[in-house]
């Protein structure tokens, strides 16, 4: 019979062979277009200022798999031999690359809710200079809400530890984002770009703030949690309808 070795009749599995094969290959492709916008995310916190050289880091879950920068190289010499993956426990299943030394953050974002996609930490200036000041940062816009709410400041904790991840994640409560004291930012999506939006919107609120509060004689006008409750509701139906 035509397609059976030997003339003996097919048993249906050169088919699951095949489909497995088939599947293996979408699954690399996804890993493949993840870890380029990815690298390509990591690269745009440089050009846009949130970072210095390679501090700051990007992570993006395919399946059970975190595809995450490694640590100490700079982005731009990143190229796609290089993806480094780890799974949700923190075993490396992708490439030979220490991963960034800001995994336990990271991973423990993914634990806590299953709907995170993508995370993004910076050092991002104005950021890091309101993490200094205050425990959370004030309501001076709209887009608080687009953040859950007043962004908090988790304590500070010696980067690239367990003790950094428990407080990030009170902080995190109820948010998608926080300030890292004497530190950084993250936030997180269920898409890398998202991430990477509320990370720069957080960015610029923290700019705002600073701005109005250095005017000598003046208090920054707050918005109130009313004002806050009517704009989360109305961005459940902002953008292009499906």
């Known amino acids: ?12 599995r050169e088919g699951r062979a095949d489909a497995r094969e088939e599947t293996v290959t979408v699954t690399r492709s996804s890993e493949e277009a993840a870890w380029e916008e990815l690298v390509a995310t990591a690269r745009r916190t440089v050009a846009d200022g949130l970072v210095v050289g390679t501090s700051g880091n ?13 640590s100490g190289v700079p982005y731009d010499r990143l190229t796609p031999n290089d993806v480094t993956g780890v799974d949700l426990d923190g075993r490396q299943v992708l490439g030979t690359l220490v991963p960034t030394s800001e ?11 299953p709907g995170a996609r993508a995370v993004v930490h910076t050092h991002a200036v104005h950021a890091t200079a309101v993490s200094l000041l205050v425990p959370e940062l004030p309501p001076v816009h709209y887009m608080t809400a687009a953040l859950g709410g007043p962004v908090r400041v988790a304590p500070y904790a010696a980067y690239g530890t367990d003790e950094l991840a428990r407080g ?13 004291r004497n530190h950084g930012t993250i936030t997180y999506g269920t898409r890398l770009d998202q991430a990477y939006d509320r990370t720069a919107q957080l960015e610029w609120m923290c700019r705002l703030w600073l701005t109005a509060a ?6 920054p006008s707050l918005l109130t ?6 704009v989360t509701e109305r961005l459940r139906g902002y953008g292009q309808r499906s």
Not at 169 to 177: P, S, V, Y
């Open 214 to 219: 250095s005017v000598p004689g003046h208090s």
């Open 103 to 113: 995994l336990p953050m990271h991973l423990a974002v993914y634990r806590a809710d």
């Open 168 to 180: 990030m994640l009170d902080a995190l409560a109820g948010r998608t984002g926080c300030l890292l």
């Open 225 to 230: 949690p009313a004002q806050l409750s009517e």
């Open 1 to 12: 019979m035509a397609g059976s070795p030997r003339g003996r009749p097919s048993t249906g």
């Open 58 to 70: 990007v992570s993006v879950r395919v399946g059970d798999t975190v595809l995450v920068t490694p």
